[in-house]
């Protein structure tokens, strides 16, 4: 029997991972995927699953950022849960096990979150023990919702009781080797700056000195990368350059405002 929960999956480009994903969520009665204008083989991927008979409901939407696109795709489930996943994420075989469990729980948990197990290049999947923070993936439907102002790491605000799943985890599969992942951490601690800027955020010295090796001592040793050799020290070495990306531009971004550039060589 089907499970009466609706996966909401945003995507561009996403051909070579999709399919994984949608091979995971087996189980559910409805999946829901919302393109942004792929230009790979991705619409037709999903249309071949389509004519499989894969409970799958496809949308075309202009981009709205990722808060607001995964807000879009929310608003289109139908089923009592909905369950958020991305297309480079699948579910584990614990947590397909746990999820009729978690849905049976009582009427106050409106939420649950979900850890997520990242693949490393030269080691795979990350083992169980090692801690990345749960984050909110499984809500009731009309009981969460996304925060607009969120330019990036993005997540359901729930309207009550939210509890962790005690098993189970998203396998993320996107091994990008270091040279694509600092381009994405470029990307992504732009939008975390501009947000951080936006919302008054006041950029200190101690922050630059600092933020980095915490960022990168939180993955390494309490999180538990340091079990995963030099994979894991790569994965939180490169976590430690998005902190120092993100305090470095909000730093820059507030120095121009006091001072412009202005080339004052024949002054001095």
């Known amino acids: 029997m089907k499970l009466p929960i609706s996966a909401f999956i945003i995507c561009q480009n996403e051909e070579q991972f999709l399919g994984g994903c949608i091979e995971s969520l087996a189980e559910f009665s409805e999946i829901v995927i919302v393109d942004s204008g792929s230009t790979d083989g991705t619409v037709g991927l999903v249309q071949s699953y389509i004519d499989k008979g894969w409970p799958i409901t496809l949308f075309h939407e202009a981009w709205h950022g990722y808060a607001g696109q995964k807000q879009f795709a929310l608003e289109q ?70 925060d607009l102002g969120q330019a990036v790491h993005e997540g359901i605000v729930p309207d009550g009781r939210v ?11 996107r091994p990008l080797i270091i040279d694509e ?42 999180n538990g990368l340091w079990r995963c050799g030099a994979s894991g020290f790569i994965e939180a070495m490169t976590g430690a350059v998005y902190a120092f990306l993100t305090q470095a531009k909000i730093y820059q971004r507030q120095a121009l405002k006091r001072r412009p550039n202005i080339d004052d060589a024949k002054q001095r």
């Open 77 to 146: 489930c139908s089923q009592p849960w909905c369950f958020n996943i991305d297309s480079d994420e699948r579910l584990d075989a614990p947590l397909r096990k746990l999820l009729p469990e978690l849905i049976a729980g009582p009427e106050e948990i409106v939420g649950w979150r979900v850890a997520r197990r990242p693949y490393l290049i030269g080691y795979g999947y990350t083992p169980e023990n090692v801690l990345e923070r749960k984050n909110l993936r499984l809500i009731r439907k009309g009981r969460g919702g996304y």
């Open 163 to 173: 509890e962790k799943a005690k098993s189970g985890s998203l396998l993320h599969y």
């Open 181 to 222: 992942q600092i381009l994405k951490e470029n990307k992504y601690s732009t939008l975390k700056a501009d947000q951080q800027v936006a919302a008054g955020r006041t950029a200190r010295f101690s922050g630059l000195v600092f933020s980095p090796p915490l960022y990168f001592l939180r993955l390494y040793f309490k």
